[in-house]
């Protein structure tokens, strides 16, 4: 069943690979806790403890503000297809946003998109397997193009407006950081 390790082993890093969604879980020391959906091709494995995910434009900013205060995370993948499995790997984080050198280098790691925002960096100490028993089959059809059609009808000016009218605080009334 459940096995707890302190790295990601070249088969958690392959099944990681074939995924299609993955959800990110953090908190501050007060206020909500909030789990995010994060699909698209934005995950990648750095190295047996660290992996980078590009944080797309959406219509909150919670886990920049979380992460900021607290920056422990956790993110989960489920099988939703073949082997039931579910993941967790757990860490602490950091924001890197387009300002930084760091979203520079991380960022050839992923397909160019209007809407990057940011890109989280997470420092893997625990990977956790359990069974996916309860896990549902689901069939994947397609990545959905719409996030990517909003940010580029936007455009690299609207999406900074737009990050300036609804990112820069969270749903607590955290500040993100994602302007300076």
């Known amino acids: 069943m459940g096995k707890k390790t302190d790295h990601i082993a070249p088969r958690i890093a392959e099944f990681i690979k074939n995924q299609h969604i993955f959800f990110v879980g953090t908190a501050a020391a007060e206020g909500r806790v909030n789990v995010s959906p994060k699909g698209t091709d934005s995950f990648r494995v750095i190295n047996k403890n660290k992996i980078v995910w590009l944080n797309l434009t959406g219509s909150g900013n919670e886990t920049a503000a979380h992460v900021l205060q607290n920056n422990r995370m956790t993110i989960m993948f489920c099988a939703f297809e073949g082997k039931p499995l579910i ?25 160019n998109a209007v809407g990057s925002r940011q890109i989280i960096e997470m420092d893997v100490d625990l990977v956790q397997t359990s069974c996916g028993f309860g896990v549902p089959f689901m069939d994947y059809n397609s990545e959905r193009s719409m996030l990517d059609d909003w940010a580029n009808q936007k455009g690299e000016d609207g999406i900074e407006q737009y990050w300036a009218d609804k990112n820069t605080k969270s749903i607590d009334g955290f500040e993100t950081q994602i302007i300076k």
């Not at 950091?94 to 397909?111: K, L």
């Open 87 to 111: 993941l967790r790997l757990y860490g602490n984080a950091t924001i890197f946003h387009p300002r930084d050198t760091e979203f520079q280098q991380y960022s050839e790691y992923f397909p």
